[in-house]
């Protein structure tokens, strides 16, 4: 936790830490800086921490700066310095690499942290080794993850979210069950039998790894449905309770997997069976040994194209991935403790005032990051000089795309706006925290970068604040009429980022 933070000023003027900067003259285009403040005065932000920062992105000039330099949590707007920390120092064209190798009586399948291995690229590695003629392995099939350390997720995580599949366990040995990614999880699916009859239930990928203990029934037809699937901490058990009524669609629901290694070991070695691969001994984990001779291997998509699901769907194990996979290539450690630093280093030299910036993670989840707004749109300008940020600045979430590869977090809101097409920017969402920075082009053709951060107030997150600075810094009239998007609450009353919402709940 931030125990005190120095005040950076920026070009053009500074407020204190309750008002509007003065708007240096012919800096903004009208009433910018009155338009913002009547903006902000919304009643809902009483007793609210709100950060919120407008620069010229080309000049870095200070259009507006609402306690830029307060502290503030920035949920997933952590993973704008994530991102571009893992572009600097590993560069676009990076890859995870996954082989299997053979040495004595044993098959080893080792890992570097590759979130998008599903079960059809296990089964494809399966198929390669069978085709090298391998029809036996007489000893142990070892999992190899120690490309990374065995530690499986970050310190300040809030237990009763680790079942869920936005708090999924990083390790590099791995496996995704969809194709967004969602490395460390498995699909549960649920179906109503006959009422009165248990529901059925289904893993996938098929594994052993994880069991299953159905408590659930089918209820009446038009009943409600009050099922649940949970897995406590610790465990591979996934507990179904509740009822589903009769006729109803079959519902899905992602949950964590405990020790994701022996999950992805699992896939593979029933792929290895299903191309007739037999193996005799037992799946552990292990190291590698040297001069073990590699027979199939697999490399990912670039990084470049990873970071379109990672932003725009604000995924958190691909955060913490590249925070270790950082620490391996800038200290030799695959570890958030070798990571951590070596992000910061590359921020400080994007001109981040890193006396100002705690990340406890890279994800955003953690709940004592820290960070400023004046920060994050120093970041932002700074990122504009760099090769790689034409595919960095793609791979942000663009308001009112409704494709959710493009749109990413921003595809349900600004639509029909100034802003739709135009604002490219990174979304964040805990309890009590709301966050979106980045660009917009306004009227004049001037691009701006903005970054706005909401913290401490009640009730859902006021995302219809963030989207009327954004349309009115796009060109849109101040007073523009736009919704708060649906609720995103999870059980308790927290908002998460809406792609991390279980999708199983009535």
Do not use: C
């Not at 919304?42 to 507006?64: K, Q």
């Not at 209820?219 to 309770?241: C, D, E, K, M, W």
């Not at 470049?304 to 991935?321: G, Q, R």
């Not at 921020?347 to 953690?366: E, H, R």
Request: no cysteine.
């Amino acid at each position: 936790m931030i125990r005190s933070i120095g005040i950076a000023l920026l070009v053009g003027g500074t407020a204190g830490l309750g008002g509007a900067a003065a708007v240096p003259a012919g800096a903004a285009t009208g009433d910018l800086a009155a338009d913002l403040d009547a903006i902000l005065k919304d009643g809902r932000l009483t007793g609210a921490t709100v950060d919120a920062v407008v620069r010229d992105a080309g000049t870095g000039r200070s259009l507006y700066d609402r306690n830029g330099a307060g502290p503030v949590m920035p949920a997933s707007n952590n993973k704008l310095q994530t991102s571009s920390a893992a572009f600097d120092i590993l560069g676009t064209g990076y890859r995870f690499r996954t082989a299997v190798l053979v040495k004595g009586r044993n098959l080893y399948l080792r890992g570097t942290g590759d979130t998008t291995m599903r079960a059809a690229e296990y089964d494809r590695l399966a198929a390669a080794v069978a085709a090298r003629g391998i029809k036996k392995v007489g000893g142990d099939l070892v999992a190899d993850d120690t490309w990374f350390d065995a530690k499986r997720t970050p310190d300040g995580w809030d237990p009763t979210d680790l079942q869920y599949a936005y708090a999924g366990q990083t390790s590099a040995l791995t496996i995704s069950p969809n194709d967004t990614f969602d490395a460390g999880s498995v699909k549960v699916s649920v179906a109503p039998g006959a009422a009165g009859a248990p529901v059925k239930v289904g893993l996938s990928p098929a594994t052993g790894v994880v069991k299953i203990d159905n408590r659930a029934t089918t209820g009446p037809a038009g009943s409600a449905s009050t099922l649940a699937v949970n897995r406590a901490n610790g465990g591979n058990t996934i507990v179904v309770t509740g009822s589903l009524p009769a006729g109803a669609p079959a519902a899905e629901v992602l949950r964590t997997v405990e020790n994701p290694t022996l999950y992805a070991a699992d896939v593979f070695r029933r792929a290895l069976k299903a191309h007739g691969v037999r193996v005799s001994g037992a799946t552990e984990r292990g190291r590698t040994p040297a001069g073990a001779k590699q027979v199939a291997a697999r490399t990912s998509m670039p990084l470049s194209k990873l970071a379109v699901p990672f932003l725009k769907l604000s995924n958190n194990v691909i955060a913490e991935t590249l925070v270790k996979a950082v620490g391996r290539k800038a200290a030799g450690k695959g570890t958030w403790a070798a990571g951590l630093p070596a992000i910061r280093t590359d921020l400080k030299k994007l001109g981040v005032d890193t006396s100002q910036v705690a990340m406890t993670d890279g994800s955003g989840l953690n709940r004592s990051n820290r960070t400023t707004s004046r920060q994050l749109s120093t970041l932002l300008r700074s990122v504009q000089k760099r090769p790689w940020f034409p595919s960095w600045y793609a791979a942000l979430p663009i308001a009112g795309r409704t494709d959710p590869l493009v749109g990413g977090t921003l595809a349900a809101r600004m639509g029909g706006t100034a802003a739709a097409g135009n604002v490219h920017a990174k979304t964040g969402t805990l309890t009590g925290v709301s966050a979106l920075s980045g660009y917009v082009t306004d009227p004049d053709g001037r691009k701006l970068v903005f970054s706005v951060v909401l913290n401490g107030y009640s009730g859902p997150a006021p995302k219809d604040i963030e989207d009327k600075i954004a349309v009115r810094l796009a060109g849109g009239a101040s007073a523009t009429a736009l919704r708060a998007p649906a609720g995103t609450a999870r059980t308790g009353g927290g908002n998460l980022e809406p792609t991390w919402v279980d999708g199983l709940r009535p």
